[in-house]
């Protein structure tokens, strides 16, 4: 797998240079997870975001009452587990492969050295996942207002 061509292929990764990329495809990790597999669970301690490659995953929250419920499918090419990166907060949902799944894992010690050596390329990732928080955040809000 070309890690750099992955990585150009999401909304994550916009507007960065050709050596931007090829040093971020160098630092992530390729990860594997079979159909029902946890990538990580809710409540966990996050570090890190995925880049979904190929195959897909379920967002799951779990309630008060200890029920599961999937929020999302996420499918190649999203990104998911921003949130922990950014805030350092525990992980508000649980990820499990709904099928076969190849991810790109970009921790946060490979973002403050990708971070170090291109600080405007850092700039652009942070920025691309705001726009990306913002928008899931007014789809949220268009679902929670049709709820009303």
């Known amino acids: ?5 992955e990585l150009q292929k999401s909304r994550l990764f916009e ?4 050596e931007e990329i090829e040093m971020l495809g160098e630092v992530t990790q390729q990860k594997k997870y079979t159909e029902g597999e946890v990538v990580f669970k809710q409540g966990d301690v996050g570090d890190s975001l995925y880049l979904l490659v190929e195959g897909a995953v379920e967002v799951l929250h779990k309630r008060e009452d200890g029920k599961e419920h999937i929020i999302t499918v996420l499918e190649a090419p999203e990104f998911f587990g921003e949130m922990s990166l950014i805030d350092k907060e525990y992980r508000s949902a649980t990820i499990r492969a709904k099928r076969e799944a190849v991810m790109l894992c970009l921790t946060n010690e490979n973002l ?4 170090r050596v291109y600080k405007n390329g850092f ?5 691309n996942i705001a726009r990306v928080l913002s928008s899931r955040l007014r789809e949220t809000n268009q679902k929670l207002i049709e709820k009303m």
């Open 1 to 5: 797998m070309n890690k750099a061509e």
């Open 15 to 18: 507007g960065l240079l050709p």
């Open 112 to 115: 403050h050295s990708f971070a």
């Open 123 to 127: 700039t652009l990732v942070v920025i």
